[in-house]
T-cell receptor, first 114, second 110 residues
Framework: NAGVMQNPRHLVRRRGQEARLRCSPM?????VYWYRQLPEEGLKFMVY????????ESGMPKERFSAEFPKEGPSILRIQQVVRGDSAAYFC????????????FGAGSRLTVL | QQQVKQSPQSLIVQKGGISIINCAYENTAFDYFPWYQQFPGKGPALLIAIRPDVSEKKEGRFTISFNKSAKQFSLHIMDSQPGDSATYFC?????????FGTGTSLTVIP
């Protein structure tokens, strides 16, 4: 039973390029969350999605960042025109349908912006 | 606004000692309080969790103490080992909304 799968594990981009991070939730999980972790900092909530629906994007920066969770395929966190401050570890987590209170994290994608 | 406040930010404990990490929350609607453990380069992993209808939960060397009236909960690691050195996050949730503390970096000295 595969857990939450994230790829790529490491991504290097130059300033101005686009970064796409993918997350496949655990089998049976229909909710996906994205968190950002800066060095020596905690987990910052970014966005919470269900299939084809953004539930809460209150933690997403207003510009350059977007997320989707299509009917088929993984959830994608997209960062356009990356800047050095976007360098961080981005964690995806998934949970079963509403009310289950269970959050399982992936291993993270580490973005480095040169 | 930080929904869950966690302290200390870092903690150094001798091997065999007790590690204590504290968290506080404001929203009484929270109904689930998990603790996550994160090793360097890895994702956070669920360690132990408690619901507000009990005051304590123990799993091996790890114990959560929960004080509903004070809106506080804490993680106690008994007989701390060097392998426990990691970052610990407390969290509070209601339904599918999760709020994390800022994390505690624990170092257990041999």
């Amino acid at each position: 039973n595969a857990g939450v799968m994230q790829n790529p594990r490491h991504l290097v981009r130059r300033r101005g390029q686009e970064a796409r991070l993918r997350c496949s939730p655990m089998k049976g999980h229909s909710h996906v969350y994205w968190y950002r972790q800066l060095p020596e900092e905690g987990l910052k909530f970014m966005v919470y999605l269900q299939k084809e629906n953004i539930i809460d994007e209150s933690g997403m920066p207003k510009e350059r960042f977007s997320a989707e969770f299509p009917k088929e395929g993984p959830s994608i966190l997209r960062i356009q025109q990356v800047v050095r401050g976007d360098s961080a570890a981005y964690f995806c987590a998934s949970s079963p349908p509403a009310g289950a209170n269970v959050l399982t994290f992936g291993a993270g994608s580490r973005l480095t912006v040169l | 606004q930080q929904q869950v406040k966690q302290s200390p930010q870092s903690l150094i404990v001798q091997k065999g000692g007790i590690s204590i990490i504290n968290c506080a929350y404001e929203n009484t609607a929270f109904d689930y309080f998990p603790w996550y453990q994160q090793f360097p380069g890895k994702g956070p992993a669920l360690l132990i969790a408690i619901r507000p209808d009990v005051s304590e939960k123990k799993e091996g060397r790890f114990t959560i103490s929960f004080n509903k009236s004070a809106k506080q909960f804490s993680l106690h690691i008994m007989d701390s080992q060097p392998g426990d050195s990691a970052t610990y996050f407390c969290a509070a949730s209601m339904g599918n909304q999760f709020y994390f503390g800022t994390g505690t970096s624990l170092t257990v000295i041999p």
